[in-house]
């Protein structure tokens, strides 16, 4: 089982990233175990402050590096990613040669109540992504449409169509992972398929 980090732009409890993030963990169960990083205790990215870091940023350092993979899951504010998302992107890329990005495999899915399923926000994190170095799956790619009922209080995909487009999904994303893992992890992901 791959452990995936996995980073949700909004803080809100309510959050409808989070519940999709929520869904997709109850999908990939077997597959894909999500940890949920705290990105709202950062504070703002300042290069001054690498004389003495941070300890929640040394803390989100070791999070990312010990991860097989990198999920996030975005919402879009004015067309793009919110600022605690951009933040916590900057923070582990840096100090420059020491990214725990590099060669991370990763995704990103997003929810938004509005007709463009956070279109513009992910195409603003595919380009920053690969900068900072995380090899990011192409496709599926995931732009949901919240609307009330479509995941139950349990987290459970209530619609046939887009729960069959999930699994799907995870399926990929578990792929994608394994095209990165490490060798005890690609053959215990091999023996697990052949089973």
């Given at each position: 089982?791959?452990?995936?980090?996995?980073?949700?732009?909004?803080?809100?409890?309510?959050?409808?990233?989070?519940?999709?993030a929520k869904a997709l963990e109850k999908l990939a169960a077997g597959k894909l175990?999500?940890?949920?990083?705290?990105?709202?205790?950062?504070?703002?990215?300042?290069?001054?402050l690498w004389n003495d870091p941070p300890a929640d940023v040394m803390r989100l350092?070791?999070?990312?590096?010990?991860?097989?993979?990198?999920?996030?899951?975005?919402?879009?504010?004015?067309?793009?990613?919110?600022?605690?998302?951009?933040?916590?992107?900057?923070?582990?890329?840096?100090?420059?040669?020491?990214?725990?990005?590099?060669?991370?495999p990763g995704a990103i899915a997003g929810a938004t109540g509005g007709v463009s399923?956070?279109?513009?926000?992910?195409?603003?994190?595919?380009?920053?992504?690969?900068?900072?170095?995380?090899?990011?799956?192409?496709?599926?790619?995931?732009?949901?449409?919240?609307?009330?009922?479509?995941?139950?209080?349990?987290?459970?995909?209530?619609?046939?169509?887009?729960?069959?487009?999930?699994?799907?999904?995870?399926?990929?994303?578990?792929?994608?992972?394994?095209?990165?893992?490490?060798?005890?992890?690609?053959?215990?992901?091999?023996?697990?398929?052949?089973?």
């Amino acid at each position: 089982m791959y452990r995936v980090a996995v980073f949700v732009g909004s803080t809100r409890p309510t959050s409808s990233n989070l519940k999709l993030a929520k869904a997709l963990e109850k999908l990939a169960a077997g597959k894909l175990e999500f940890q949920y990083i705290k990105i709202d205790n950062l504070p703002f990215y300042d290069d001054a402050l690498w004389n003495d870091p941070p300890a929640d940023v040394m803390r989100l350092k070791r999070e990312i590096a010990a991860a097989d993979a990198v999920l996030f899951v975005t919402p879009e504010y004015n067309r793009s990613i919110p600022g605690i998302l951009k933040n916590a992107i900057d923070w582990p890329s840096r100090p420059f040669g020491e990214s725990v990005w590099t060669d991370k495999p990763g995704a990103i899915a997003g929810a938004t109540g509005g007709v463009s399923g956070t279109a513009a926000a992910q195409a603003h994190l595919r380009s920053i992504l690969p900068v900072v170095g995380v090899a990011l799956m192409g496709r599926p790619e995931i732009y949901f449409q919240s609307r009330p009922g479509a995941i139950d209080d349990d987290n459970n995909i209530t619609d046939e169509r887009l729960r069959t487009n999930l699994n799907i999904w995870v399926e990929r994303f578990t792929d994608w992972i394994g095209m990165f893992a490490r060798p005890q992890q690609a053959v215990e992901e091999i023996e697990r398929k052949t089973a």
